[in-house]
């Protein structure tokens, strides 16, 4: 979960350059390119210009490659200084939800977006399909389900239920 905590900018002064998660749409803190001259516990606050008010472009474009230097110029300015902070970046009040943290908690346990045994992008196409169907509702809940594997089958209930039969008898 601390993987989508970002750092939210505010005067940098405690914000890790290469240890924090702070830029946004990167998951990973920052790598220093091979002519970087800033040292491994420097401060976001050290890449702005306090007399300027804005970033150090000529530093941040020495010290980062051309991809993650334009990221950081891209980053808003606080011109009020305030404390940086950290905010959740699952969404877009960047507040903490329990709704959250468990949309979070099924991506980690399936490994694919939440979407149990199929890949993000085929299954956002397959889900649209599906629920785009001129079929009765029902229909569309039982293919659901089968996709998703969890119709209520004995051998399913078995994991979930002590003492289930999980063989068919022929009585």
């Given at each position: 979960?601390?993987?989508?905590?970002?750092?939210?900018?505010?005067?940098?002064?405690?914000?890790?350059?290469?240890?924090?998660?702070?830029?946004?749409?990167?998951?990973?803190?920052?790598?220093?390119?091979?002519?970087?001259?800033?040292?491994?516990?420097?401060?976001?606050?050290?890449?702005?210009?306090?007399?300027?008010?804005?970033?150090?472009?000529?530093?941040?474009?020495?010290?980062?490659?051309?991809?993650?230097?334009?990221?950081?110029?891209?980053?808003?300015?606080?011109?009020?200084?305030?404390?940086?902070?950290?905010?959740?970046?699952?969404?877009?009040?960047?507040?903490?939800?329990?709704?959250?943290?468990?949309?979070?908690?099924?991506?980690?346990?399936?490994?694919?977006?939440?979407?149990?045994?199929?890949?993000?992008?085929?299954?956002?196409?397959?889900?649209k399909w599906l629920w785009g169907l001129q079929l009765p509702h029902?229909?569309?809940?039982?293919?659901?389900?089968?996709?998703?594997?969890?119709?209520?089958?004995?051998?399913?209930?078995?994991?979930?239920?002590?003492?289930?039969?999980?063989?068919?008898?022929?009585?």
């Amino acid at each position: 979960m601390q993987q989508r905590l970002k750092c939210w900018i505010g005067n940098g002064v405690n914000v890790e350059i290469w240890k924090d998660n702070w830029l946004p749409g990167v998951m990973v803190p920052p790598v220093p390119s091979s002519s970087n001259t800033l040292d491994q516990t420097a401060r976001v606050s050290q890449l702005i210009e306090w007399d300027g008010g804005g970033w150090n472009q000529a530093l941040i474009r020495q010290s980062f490659d051309e991809q993650t230097a334009n990221i950081i110029l891209s980053v808003p300015f606080s011109h009020r200084l305030c404390a940086d902070k950290l905010v959740w970046s699952n969404h877009s009040t960047r507040n903490y939800t329990a709704k959250t943290g468990y949309h979070l908690a099924v991506e980690v346990v399936n490994g694919n977006g939440g979407e149990a045994g199929l890949p993000n992008e085929v299954s956002v196409g397959i889900w649209k399909w599906l629920w785009g169907l001129q079929l009765p509702h029902k229909i569309k809940l039982f293919g659901w389900k089968c996709c998703r594997s969890i119709l209520p089958t004995n051998l399913a209930l078995a994991g979930k239920i002590p003492n289930t039969k999980t063989q068919v008898s022929k009585d």
